[in-house]
């Protein structure tokens, strides 16, 4: 099993690559057999991943029969012994799940991904690359060279191009989109809040079968709270730690669910399929009317989950997670529930005893309880793991206060833990559990939060019709229209119970929509400041005269957020203490909107003034979803990029007619001290780089990205490390020659070596990380809403959350903090 998840992964892992390159390249192959060899290992793998995405997509969705009917008839509706209100029901989960989650999201939505990956801020990020409407701090003019990967798209239609222009005119469209997907993350965070408590609080509630009701009251709630302390205690050993225990659960709950509602339906109603019928539904509303209407907000609950299908559409493949819904957690959902309405149908006695537990025979009670609970538990798991998820997209787009990000798994990406965040799920959880006590409440607060979330989802699809896919209008409206009415019916129904336990998703998404909208405020304004108030490289040097600036031993990382220019804080500690290192690299670290950044096309590496100052501009770029260096790695790995561009430049420069670059593009000119950056890294992996088409022609799978004319391309040489002992390394950079005109190139050469020398030496003297330390004051005369948000709102969040070192997990010996007021 090892084997064959490993080679899932493998396969996987291969479509992604393939994917961010622009389109999938057909090999050839020597016969009809190895096709047919291929075709069939492709389909295993994809078999695979569809088992893997049991317990990791549907634990939540699969659990869902453990509530929706008890939700459903708390109050406001009482079947009768005409069976209408049960069959109304059936029909109504019938069609929800069919038109929902099997034609909404399985064959619409999840081709709306972004290079494989789905999710809220997925859609933002398409919508974003096509249209110029993000408001994002990286996504300024200044940054545009660099953070934007130019993307092969359709050709733009009459009515796409009009919509785009329409949301790039005006600034208003702007805010809105991005309150908009703010909006539904703070509703996909709520939903990790009541999601554990509604589905733990279920399971256990079979006990009541078992003891008295006295006792049930008194014993539901603590197990409830030791599980839920349990669950959020183990998180932080990681998910792939216990994850080959969640898809074999997951199958078996499954399965356990489909042969009871074979059972109940052939023992007690073989007719309750006829409840499938549409008519039972408008009978159902005609019936009970106002509570029936309001009821909807209970049975909406069978489609919890079923976002966690897109959001985790990057774990695994559109195949897989199609096939898994549609032949199994499908078909499995429709038995369960036409079971419990067979029961149900047929003992009208019971009607103050609805529950799951209720329809499972005496005789099996006890292991399909157990099996419930580990379900719970495994459900629970994917919409906490899909909580840390998506806020470190937040923190990645700065979109939300920086937080500890703590991977768990060096083999499997984008398992990750958030120390503070899952704390205060875990006080939430206990606390809505304690404070609700009963299904009913956490099924409304829980259904609102849902019906958010899909809301947003239908609008953004329908705007990547438009402007991504290039659809005519009608087709999105239609697709608006159709599944926008749905579930504005079901969000109504959940409005409804407002004070019956609705607000308590409405009262923490405005919670969480303030906090990252005034951490966005700030963040920008703050970026502005940066971008006006930079200084050049001319400036700086011409100082240095005057100021004396000496040059010590040793390698200075200065982190900016600038792609230009000297950040005004190093600035000014170079006034007041003229003396910087005797190499000096501003490290720029980008999250780009795209879901990941090769290894290979991270690093766009450049000079700043001339070579015999020693001193370069590094733009590390990362996707929403990629995994962030630790500082030893990430050193290491930069003064390799450093190496390979000192050899490139002159290497290129050897070719060159002049000695100011105007030939190729990365030498520094009399009009600029800036040098025009080249994608570095390529060296590494260019042997086995996948190769794609391009103009006829096939060239290594990179990414030309930078200023007006950026080289894209590999370097020759390698950078070897050797360690001596434990306190003291020799870097050794290889510099090879050709023997045929080794003398004619020695003198081409020798500035070569003396600058990669330099580099060794400063690596051997240590590094030094500077980073800002700032304060950010609204100026005067700020309006009073400006001056909460940041004197206060954007200051205390700030002082409160992870510093910019932790976040880049710089070493404290090692740290140099330069203080400086921001006055915006």
Not at 234 to 245: E, K, M, N
Not at 440 to 457: D, E, I
Not at 637 to 653: P, Q, S, T, V
Request: glycine share 6%; hydrophobic share 45%; with cysteine.
């Amino acid at each position: 099993m090892r084997e064959c998840a490993d080679s899932a992964a493998s396969f996987l892992h291969q479509q992604k690559l393939l994917r961010r390159r622009g389109h999938l390249r057909l090999m050839d192959l020597d016969c009809g057999k190895c096709r047919d060899s291929s075709k069939k290992e492709s389909w295993k793998t994809i078999w695979i991943l569809a088992y893997q995405s049991l317990g990791v997509v549907y634990g939540d969705l699969s659990i869902s029969p453990l509530y929706v009917y008890k939700s459903t008839f708390a109050e406001d509706i009482q079947h009768s012994d005409t069976n209408e209100e049960i069959f109304g029901v059936l029909s109504f989960v019938f069609w929800t799940l069919t038109l929902l989650p099997l034609f909404k999201y399985v064959f619409i939505v999840l081709r709306a991904d972004d290079n494989g990956e789905g999710g809220t801020f997925a859609l933002y990020s398409l919508i974003c690359r096509h249209v110029r409407v993000s408001l994002l701090p990286n996504r300024q003019a200044a940054d545009e060279a660099v953070s934007t990967y130019k993307l092969e798209h359709h050709p733009a239609t009459r009515n796409s191009s009009k919509m785009k222009s329409l949301l790039e005119k005006h600034k208003a469209l702007h805010t809105a989109l991005l309150i908009l997907v703010l909006l539904g993350t703070c509703m996909v965070i709520g939903d990790g809040v009541l999601t554990p408590a509604i589905s733990v609080f279920s399971a256990v509630s079979g006990l009541e079968f078992s003891m008295s009701k006295a006792h049930h009251e008194y014993a539901v709630i603590p197990i409830t709270c030791v599980i839920l302390l349990c669950l959020f205690a183990l998180q932080h050993y990681g998910t792939h730690r216990i994850g080959f225990f969640f898809a074999p659960i997951v199958l078996i709950w499954l399965l356990c669910i489909s042969a009871l509602g074979l059972y109940n339906i052939f023992q007690w109603n073989p007719h309750v399929y006829k409840a499938l019928s549409p008519y039972y539904m408008f009978s159902f509303l005609r019936k009970t009317r106002m509570g029936g209407w309001m009821s909807l907000g209970g049975i909406l609950l069978c489609i919890t989950g079923s976002e966690a299908m897109f959001a985790d559409l990057g774990h695994f493949s559109y195949t897989a997670i199609q096939i898994a819904f549609t032949f199994l957690v499908y078909p499995a959902l429709i038995l369960a529930y036409m079971g419990q309405a067979a029961y149900l149908s047929k003992h009208h006695h019971n009607s103050d005893q609805i529950s799951f537990y209720i329809a499972v025979p005496e005789s099996v009670r006890w292991p399909v309880l157990i099996i419930a609970i580990l379900a719970s538990v495994v459900g629970s798991q994917a919409i906490i793991s899909g909580t840390f998820s998506i806020i470190n997209q937040s923190q990645s787009l700065s979109c939300f206060p920086r937080v500890k990000v703590v991977h768990t798994s060096d083999k499997i990406h984008g398992q990750i833990y958030i120390p503070e965040i899952n704390w205060m799920l875990m006080i939430l959880c206990i606390a809505v559990t304690i404070g609700f006590r009963d299904i009913k409440h956490m099924g409304n607060a829980s259904g609102l939060a849902v019906m958010a979330v899909m809301l947003v989802t239908t609008c953004l699809t329908s705007l990547v019709i438009i402007l991504c896919w290039h659809k005519p209008p009608i087709v999105a409206l239609s697709f608006l229209l159709f599944f926008g009415s749905i579930e504005l019916l079901y969000f109504s129904a959940s409005l409804t119970k407002f004070t019956e336990g609705a607000w308590l998703p409405i009262l923490l998404a405005l919670f969480l929509m303030t906090i990252m909208l005034v951490w966005h405020y700030g963040t920008v304004k703050k970026y502005e400041y940066d971008l006006h108030n930079k200084v050049s490289l001319e400036w700086l040097l011409a100082l240095g005269p005057s100021l004396g600036i000496a040059r010590v031993p040793g390698i200075g990382i200065v982190f900016t957020d600038l792609t230009s220019g000297i950040p005004a804080n190093f600035s000014r500690f170079v006034t007041n203490l003229p003396a910087f290192h005797r190499v000096l690299v501003f490290v720029c670290v980008k999250s780009v909107p795209v879901p990941y950044v090769p290894p290979a096309e991270r690093y766009l590496v450049g000079r700043v003034g001339p070579a015999a100052h020693r001193s370069y501009r590094c733009i590390v770029r990362y996707g929403y979803r990629d995994v962030h260096q630790d500082v030893d790695s990430f050193e290491s790995d930069l003064i390799d990029r450093l190496a390979e561009f000192i050899r490139y430049d002159w290497n290129r420069a050897r070719g060159c007619t002049n000695s100011c670059g105007e030939d190729d593009g990365l030498h520094s000119n009399a009009s600029s001290s800036e040098c025009r950056l080249t994608v570095i890294g390529m060296a590494a992996v260019l042997s086995s780089a996948p190769l794609y088409e391009l103009d006829g022609t096939l060239e290594p799978a990179s990414v030309s990205v930078g200023f007006p004319s950026t080289e894209s391309g590999g370097v020759a040489d390698l950078v070897e490390m050797e360690p001596v002992n434990v306190r003291q390394r020799r870097v050794r950079f290889a510099v090879d020659n050709d023997n045929a005109s080794e003398n004619n190139a020695m003198e081409h050469d020798s500035p070569m070596r003396g600058e990669l020398g330099d580099l060794a030496e400063a690596q051997q003297a240590g590094t030094a990380f500077i980073l800002g330390h700032s304060h950010v004051r609204a100026k005067q005369g700020s309006s009073i809403l400006k001056r909460l948000a940041i004197d206060f709102g954007y200051n205390f969040l700030r002082r409160n959350c992870r510093g910019t070192d932790v976040v880049l997990r710089v070493p404290p010996a090692s740290l140099l903090e330069v203080g400086m007021v921001y006055v915006v």
